[in-house]
C-alpha cells in the first residue's frame, strides 16, 4: 500500500500520523472555527509535497494569492510547486461570496474532473462549500463519489464545522471516512492549546497518537507539543 507521506526535516507531526496518509484514505477533520484544522491541512500539503505527492486544495476563504501568503507565514514555501504544477489550488472564495447562494456545490464537486487528478485532494473546508444543497441522498452519492476516488490509489481530506451540517449528512461523512480526526482548544495554566485527536484509523500503517498537541508559529508553521495534554 502506497502511503503519502508528511514528513520533513526535525518534525514529529509524521510521526504523530502514523508515518503519512495512506492511499484510499478518506479523512475527515472536523472542529469549531479556530481549533486548527486547515493548519493540520496545510502541514499535510507541504510534507507531501515535499515528498513528490502531487495536491489538489479546494480552499472556500483563501484566495490563491492568499492561500501562497498564508503557507509563507507558516514557513512553508511552495511557490516553486505551484509554479511546477505539483499542487492545483482551486479557490471557491469568489463564488461564495455572491449575493444569491449557490445551492449546487455538491453536483459541481462531482463533475470537477480536473481536482481529482491529482494524488492527494483536500476540501477546506468541505462543510462551508455542500451546506447549502446537501441531504442524505446527496451526501451518500457524494460520498461514494469519495469512494471511488480512493479506489484509484488517491486520498481524500475533508474539513468540517460540525454544526454547518445536519447531522445525519455528518454521521454519512464520519461512517465513510477510514481516518476522523477531531479539533479542539484546551486551556493548559494560561495557554491556550490545540489538540489534534484521532478517533478512528481504518488504515494505519503503524503507529499513531491518539492525541497530539500543537501550537502555530510564524516561520515554524505547526509544532508538535512535547508535554501531554490531560
Known amino acids: 500500500m502506497r502511503v503519502f507521506s508528511v514528513q520533513i526535516e526535525n518534525d514529529e507531526f509524521h510521526k504523530k500520523l502514523g508515518g503519512g496518509l495512506p492511499a484510499g484514505t478518506i479523512a475527515l477533520i472536523k472542529g469549531d472555527h479556530g481549533s486548527g484544522k486547515s493548519v493540520i491541512c496545510q502541514r499535510m500539503v507541504y510534507g507531501m ?67 481529482f487528478e491529482n494524488d492527494v485532494i483536500f476540501i477546506d473546508s468541505f462543510s462551508s462549500l455542500v451546506k447549502f444543497d446537501i441531504n442524505e441522498k446527496a451526501v451518500i452519492d457524494l460520498m461514494g463519489f469519495f469512494k471511488r476516488v480512493v479506489a484509484t490509489g488517491k486520498a481524500v481530506v475533508l474539513t468540517a464545522v460540525e454544526d454547518e451540517l445536519p447531522k445525519a449528512v455528518m ?17 493548559v495554566g494560561t495557554d491556550l492549546k490545540n489538540i489534534m485527536m484521532i478517533k478512528k484509523y481504518n488504515l494505519a500503517v503503524d503507529k499513531y497518537s491518539k492525541q497530539t498537541a500543537f501550537r502555530v508559529e510564524p516561520k515554524i508553521g505547526l509544532v508538535v507539543e512535547i508535554a501531554a495534554v490531560a
Request: glycine share 4%.
Open 49 to 115: 509535497l515535499n515528498n513528490d505527492v502531487s495536491i489538489s486544495y479546494v480552499s472556500t476563504q483563501l484566495t490563491t494569492t492568499d492561500f501562497v501568503k498564508q503557507m509563507l507565514s507558516l514557513g512553508y514555501n511552495i511557490v516553486h510547486h505551484i509554479i511546477g504544477g505539483k499542487i492545483k489550488f482551486f479557490p471557491v472564495y469568489p463564488l461564495i461570496n455572491e449575493i444569491k447562494e449557490r445551492s449546487d456545490y455538491s453536483k459541481r464537486l462531482i463533475s470537477a474532473k480536473a481536482i
Open 171 to 187: 454521521n454519512e461523512v464520519e461512517a465513510t471516512s477510514s481516518l476522523l480526526i477531531e479539533t479542539a482548544t484546551k486551556k
